[in-house]
């Protein structure tokens, strides 16, 4: 019962309720498969933030599909994005020729997303897709075409569900809008 409090502690408010997130992800699944269907679809999850969404997404997908992931780097500990972005973990399989869904936790500024989408493009495949848990249209540096958008969210800190401050509170069941005094820390950071 500790552990749970610790982790709810550094949470103000419930953004997004588990039931509401799943709800959604179901209508997406349905969706992306009714896109898709007859089609050969890739799922590049975004490590590490859209793990859990990506999960909870596959399994409503009623289509074949094959998945990969990369990871990226812009953020750091601070809350900023720095533009600056190096690929940690590359795709294990080549997209030439393929119907690829980007599987994202959130869309920011869009400055990382922007770099992945380019890098992704040279690669030649056949179709390229954003599908986002999460975007904050208020923060957007660079326009980002979303084909599949979850929630839209104001220009708060959330942690929870993928979304994580400092590696933590990723396991939280759902989207919850961090401390203020957590907020002030990765002011601080970035």
């Known amino acids: 019962m500790s552990s749970v409090n610790e982790l709810t502690a550094a949470v103000s408010e419930i953004l997004i309720d588990e039931e509401t997130l799943q709800s959604r992800i179901g209508e997406l699944g349905a969706e992306i498969s009714e896109d898709y269907r007859g089609r050969d679809l890739l799922l590049v999850g975004v490590l590490k933030g859209a793990v859990f969404f990506m999960a909870d997404l596959m399994r409503r997908i009623d289509i074949p599909c094959e998945v990969d992931f990369m990871a990226i780097s812009s953020y750091g500990a601070g809350i900023d ?3 600056v972005v190096r690929i940690l973990k590359d795709l294990d399989m080549s997209i030439e020729g393929r119907n690829v869904l980007v599987v994202e936790d959130i869309i920011d500024s869009g400055l990382t997303l922007s770099y992945l989408l380019r890098n ?3 690669r030649e495949p056949a179709s390229l897709e954003i599908c986002a848990l999460l975007t904050k249209p208020s923060r957007r540096e660079i326009d980002i075409h979303c084909r599949y958008t979850g929630f839209e969210i104001p220009n708060k800190f959330v942690i929870g569900y993928g979304l994580d ?12 809008v961090i401390r203020d005094e957590l907020a002030a820390q990765a002011e601080e950071l970035s």
């Not at 401050?165 to 919850?176: D, I, M, Q, S, T």
């Open 165 to 176: 401050f400092a590696e933590r509170y990723r396991n939280l069941p759902f989207v919850g």
């Open 120 to 122: 992704l493009e040279a």
């Open 81 to 83: 994005s720095s533009g």
